[in-house]
Structures are given as structure tokens and as C-alpha cells.
């Protein structure tokens, strides 16, 4: 399974204090590679990060808010310094401060949503891609959602930002083949996290939700890593500008359960 392997390799992963980022960080972590976590907060980062070394990996955490461009050149720059380049970025952190009708949205909302989950992807790519050019190749995995490409309701602002991210995906993938870096994207539907406590949290919206998915269940987080791990990996080598759907089958599913 050497194709899976990832020592040497060095991956920054965003959004990673907790939920999908932590659980595909410790994954890249378990196939060997030096893992750099990042989120806005130190705190949350280090007692992540105490986990990682106590199984004997390598791991830093970088505070970062992926919405300002000197903290995202910090944060390279920190992991370059540390480890010596960059092979893998996950792009995860992301943000939802409106819940309800797109059109009861504030601008405000508008420019923080967009901010962090389309520029904040495209400044960590921006900053990553010359050392990964350095280094013969990478890997850019940008985490999606299904309300990328399906409105999900009360979400208009955060699935416009989604649909954007699978379109920079596409964009990237194209413009960085040469360089031998593939660039895709994975489209978790409903996981059950903290990110989405306002929708399982609530029993009604939680009921109505569940409905939509044929496996009956939100995905927990590790459902989540071996595809990221696929893609992270040699072994997706001639993958570039797709979309991975992890959604238990609610894009193909009619929402109707016939017993």
C-alpha cells in the first residue's frame, strides 16, 4: 500500500482545531505526514496538537484566520521553516454567520462568508503553490459541501460560497496541471459537528434533514478521510478538478423512504 503513504510529506490543514479538519489532519498524520493545524485560536490548536504528539507525530499548530493575507503568509512560512516546504494543503476553514432566507442576509454576512471560504482557499493555494512547485508537485484538497451544488435551505449565502469553491477547484486544477499539482474537491453532505450544531441541534430541522439522506444519518467526520487520504496520497496522481460527493446518497436519493 505504498501508494498511500505520505513520509516526507509535509500538509497544512486548515480549520483543523476540531470536526472534519482535526479528523483529516490526524489521517494525514497516521500515513506520515508532518501535519501543520491551523485555526483562528492557539488554545484550541495546542490541545490538538498534545494529541498528535503524544502518538510520536509530527505536528505544529499555527493560529491563522485564512480571512487576512499577512496571516496566511505567516502560517507558510512557519511551515516551510519547520519542515522544510509543502507537498499537501487541505483548504477547510470556513465560516456560516447567516442562517435563514438568502435574501434576509446582510452585506456583512456576504463579505465575511465569501472572505474566508473562496478567498481565504484561493490565498492559502496562492501562498502554498510555490514550494510545492519547488518540490516537484502537490496536492490541494479543498472541502466542499453538497450545498455547493444543491441550495441547502436557510444556507443561500454559504451555498453560493460552496458552488464557488467547486468552480476555483476546477480553475486551479487546470492552470496547475503543468506543474504537476492536482487540485480537487470533496463535498461532504450533513456531518454531524459542531459547524452544524444549528441544523442537528434542532429537533424539527434535524428530523427534516435526515429524511433527505437514503442512509438515514449524518457522516461522522472519519467518514470523511480516506477519500482525503486518496487524494492526498500518489495514488490519485491522474485525479485533477473532480468532486468527491460523501452525502450518503442525497444527491441521487428522492428524499422519499418507501418501507
Same mark, same amino acid.
Given at each position: ?11 497544512i490543514v486548515t480549520g483543523a ?53 499577512? =496571516? !496566511?503568509?505567516? @502560517?507558510? #512560512? ?9 507537498? $499537501?494543503? &487541505? *483548504?477547510?476553514? /470556513? ?68 458552488? =464557488? !469553491?467547486?468552480? @476555483?477547484? #476546477? ?9 504537476? $499539482?492536482? &487540485? *480537487?474537491?470533496? /463535498? ?34 472519519s467518514e470523511l478521510t480516506g ?33
Open positions: 500500500m505504498s501508494q498511500f503513504d505520505l513520509i516526507g510529506k509535509v500538509a482545531s476540531r470536526g472534519i479538519g482535526l479528523a483529516l489532519a490526524e489521517t494525514l498524520a497516521a500515513a506520515g505526514a508532518k501535519v501543520v493545524l491551523s485555526s483562528r485560536k492557539q488554545e484550541a490548536l495546542d490541545a490538538a496538537v498534545d494529541q498528535f504528539w503524544q502518538r510520536g507525530e509530527g505536528a505544529i499548530a499555527v493560529a491563522a484566520h485564512t480571512g487576512d493575507a499577512q =496571516a !496566511v503568509k505567516h @502560517l507558510v #512560512e512557519r511551515a516551510v521553516a519547520t519542515y522544510g516546504g509543502v507537498d $499537501i494543503l &487541505v *483548504n477547510n476553514a /470556513a465560516t456560516n454567520p447567516h442562517f435563514g432566507p438568502i435574501l434576509t442576509a446582510a452585506e456583512s454576512h456576504w463579505d465575511k462568508i465569501l472572505d474566508v471560504n473562496v478567498k481565504g482557499y484561493f490565498r492559502m493555494a496562492q501562498a502554498c503553490v510555490p514550494h510545492m512547485q519547488a518540490r516537484g508537485g502537490g496536492k490541494i484538497i479543498n472541502v466542499a459541501s453538497i450545498a455547493g451544488k444543491k441550495p441547502q435551505p436557510l444556507m443561500g449565502v454559504y451555498s453560493v460560497s460552496k458552488a =464557488a !469553491v467547486l468552480m @476555483l477547484t #476546477e480553475v486551479l486544477a487546470v492552470e496547475l496541471a503543468p506543474a504537476n $499539482i492536482q &487540485v *480537487n474537491a470533496i /463535498a461532504p453532505g450533513f456531518v454531524k459537528t459542531k459547524f452544524s450544531a444549528a441544523l442537528w441541534g434542532n429537533a424539527q430541522v434535524n428530523t427534516a434533514v435526515l429524511q433527505t439522506i437514503p442512509q438515514g444519518r449524518m457522516a461522522d467526520p477519500i482525503a487520504l486518496y487524494l492526498a496520497s500518489s495514488a490519485s496522481s491522474f485525479t485533477t478538478g473532480a468532486t468527491f460527493l460523501i452525502d450518503g446518497g442525497q444527491m441521487v436519493g428522492s428524499g422519499i423512504s418507501i418501507q
